[in-house]
């Protein structure tokens, strides 16, 4: 009968570890720099679709409708930040894989089964809490702050937006990081559950606090307009509440996993290595 592959068979010095990761890191920065290449080159597109929402919005309620810059290389740095933006979310997959790759000659299957679901939700959730920042949460607070400008007719110095485009860029990239990063939420809780470090009856019971410390997250991260700290305090409690379970179906299944796994015996050193014999039983 085939079995997977022990860990012990894939041990090797500190100093090849250093250069195996040694070796990934340099993978990934060399796709990353490809990556930045590639997206200055389409720094104007990427641009444009970022500033979107806001010249929607703009075109709706009237206004100046421009963006300006007041620093000379303002206008050139924004586009290198939004070129290191896009390179950052292109080669995230391929940082994750290499990331997999290093961690899983280390692993037991069981241990692999555990980790493999995560590291595909992570990038899904991630493009979750983008678009719906992006798409729902941006338009409608735009909306609301935009709400608060003047015309000629009802005041003799009418108040108008002129977004520095600095300023709105960095805005809305920290937006959609922070909405991609919190909504990890289930999937750092899964994998504590599975580690054995949390329960589902622990997160049940530290649920108003959850939602305190949300409430809180929420207003540190977003601007300081309640309609964009709501928009990302109501699903992450959704997702503590998906996280619980989360929790319970790992619960459910740890002890039939440990039971039918081949693998799991080998989580027990026995001191004999794979070319070793007992010969006293």
């Known amino acids: 009968m085939y079995s997977s592959p022990s860990p012990d068979e894939f041990r090797m010095p500190l100093l090849g570890h250093l250069i195996e990761l040694r070796r990934r ?3 990934c920065g060399a796709v990353f720099i490809l990556s930045f290449a590639a997206c200055y080159s389409i720094a104007d597109s990427i641009y444009g679709f970022l ?3 806001l010249a929607t919005v ?7 409708q421009r963006m300006i810059y007041t620093a000379l290389t303002e206008a050139f740095f ?3 930040k939004v070129a290191m933006f896009g390179a950052v979310v292109l080669s995230f997959p391929f940082s994750a894989f290499q990331l997999w790759r290093f961690v899983a000659p280390g692993l037991y299957r069981r241990e692999k089964r555990a980790f493999l679901p995560s590291l595909i939700a992570s990038p899904l959730l991630f493009a979750g809490g983008a678009a719906l920042v992006y798409y729902f949460v941006m338009p409608v607070a735009w909306r ?4 608060f400008q003047t015309s000629v007719e009802q005041t003799v110095l009418p108040v108008q937006l002129e977004a520095k485009i600095g300023e709105y860029l960095d805005l809305v990239m920290k937006l959609i990081l922070a909405f991609g ?3 990890q939420l289930p999937v750092v809780l899964t994998l504590l559950a ?3 470090m949390i329960s589902s009856s622990a997160l049940v019971a530290k649920r108003r606090y959850a939602i305190v410390a949300v409430f809180i997250v929420a207003g540190i991260v977003t601007p300081p307009d309640v309609i964009s700290q709501i928009g990302l305090a109501l699903p992450l409690l959704l997702l503590y509440e998906c996280s619980i379970w989360s929790a319970r179906l790992v ?3 740890s002890v039939n996993d440990n039971q039918d796994d081949p693998d799991h015996s080998d989580a027990m050193p026995t001191g004999k290595g794979p070319d070793e014999t007992d010969f006293n039983g």
């Open 25 to 27: 890191i340099l993978l």
């Open 51 to 53: 500033i979107r929402p």
């Open 58 to 64: 703009m075109a709706e309620l009237g206004g100046s």
């Open 78 to 80: 924004t586009y290198i």
């Open 144 to 147: 609301f702050l935009l709400g």
């Open 181 to 183: 990063f919190c909504f």
């Open 194 to 196: 599975r580690a054995g």
């Open 251 to 253: 619960e459910r299944h």
